[in-house]
């Protein structure tokens, strides 16, 4: 079982910066695909961003190109999300999650997921 703490939400104004941390128990970290999730209210969650094993590999959605950069410390078991350029429409809580395979993650399936952490951009 791994646990997965979430922790950086809060409001920020539109255009803001705001970075997510993901803390997570396994003892190999390293064996695990790391993503970020959003879901916003009366909407589905979507894929934002994951990154493979080694870090060097990542995957991001369109509407957070140029934005968001997803990386991980396997040193510290921490995956973060660094957020710039906010928008309103970004507001959601944002989930990290955990998969030991390869493509799971973009097509919104994980072994573990955290409680989430609250994001909320005013305009």
């Known amino acids: 079982q791994v646990q997965l703490i979430e922790s950086g939400g809060g409001l920020v104004q539109a255009g803001g910066s705001l970075r997510l941390s993901c803390v997570a128990s396994a003892r190999t970290f390293s064996n695990y695909v790391m993503g970020w999730f959003r879901q916003a209210p009366g909407k589905e969650r979507e894929f934002v961003a994951s990154?493979?094993?080694?870090?060097?590999?990542?995957y991001y959605a369109d509407f957070v190109k140029g934005r968001f950069t997803i990386s991980r410390d396997n040193a510290k078991n921490t995956v973060y999300l660094q957020m710039n350029s906010l928008k309103p429409e970004d507001t959601a809580v944002y989930y990290c999650?955990?998969?030991?395979?390869?493509?799971?993650?973009?097509?919104?399936?994980?072994?573990?997921w955290g409680q989430g952490t609250q994001v909320t951009v005013s305009s």
């Open positions: 990154v493979r094993w080694s870090g060097r590999i990542t």
């Open positions: 999650a955990a998969d030991s395979t390869a493509n799971r993650l973009s097509g919104g399936s994980a072994d573990y």
